[in-house]
C-alpha cells in the first residue's frame, strides 16, 4: 500500500456537505469522472464517512488513473489533526481537521494534481498534506507547480524547493 494523503481543513470551517459539493465541482473542473453511491457509514449512530471515486476513466476499464475520497463525518474522531509533526508551511496555531482523505496517492499523481488545484481554487486557505512527508502543499504552492511543465513527482517534492 502507498501513501495515503489529506486535506487540512480550519476546524471552524470544516462541513461535510461543503467538502462533498466542492470535491463534487473539483472533479468537474479538473476533467475527471465521479462515481458517488452515497453509501454512508455510521458509528454510534453519527455519520461516519462516505466514499467518492475520481477517475479519468471509466471504473473498469483498461489503464484506469483513479482514487478513493473520503468524505469524513464531524463526529469521526480520525479527522482531528495534533499538530504531532513538524510540517514546513504550516501555520502551527491553526486548529486543523485532516479530512478527504485520498487512499493511495501513487500511480495517480497527475490526477491528484489537477484535482487538488481545482479544490484550491475554492479552498485557497486549505492545504494538501501526505503524511510520510514534513510539509504541506498550498494554493500557492499548486500555482507554482502549475506554470512549470508537468512532474510526475511533484508530490514527493518539498514545493518550497521549487
Not at 495534533?82 to 491553526?94: F, P, R, V
Request: net charge negative; hydrophobic share 35%; glycine share 4%.
Amino acid at each position: 500500500m502507498g501513501s495515503s494523503a489529506f486535506i487540512l481543513i480550519e476546524r471552524e470551517k470544516y462541513t461535510p456537505e461543503k467538502l462533498l459539493g466542492d470535491a463534487i465541482v473539483a472533479a468537474f473542473h479538473a476533467d475527471a469522472g465521479l462515481y458517488f453511491e452515497n453509501d454512508k457509514k455510521y458509528k454510534n449512530e453519527q455519520f461516519f464517512s462516505t466514499t467518492l471515486n475520481i477517475s479519468y476513466n471509466p471504473l473498469g476499464a483498461e489503464n484506469n488513473q483513479q482514487f478513493i475520497f473520503y468524505i469524513d463525518g464531524i463526529d469521526n474522531y480520525e479527522i482531528n489533526y495534533e499538530h504531532d509533526e513538524n510540517i514546513s508551511g504550516l501555520d502551527s496555531s491553526l486548529f486543523l481537521y485532516q479530512v478527504g482523505c485520498i487512499e493511495d496517492v501513487y500511480g495517480v499523481e497527475e490526477l491528484i494534481s489537477r484535482f487538488i488545484y481545482e479544490y484550491f481554487k475554492l479552498n485557497p486557505t486549505d492545504y494538501f498534506w501526505i503524511p510520510d512527508y514534513d510539509w504541506v502543499y498550498s494554493w500557492e504552492d499548486m500555482q507554482k507547480f502549475r506554470s512549470l511543465p508537468y512532474d510526475p513527482n511533484w508530490c514527493y517534492k518539498n514545493p518550497k524547493s521549487i
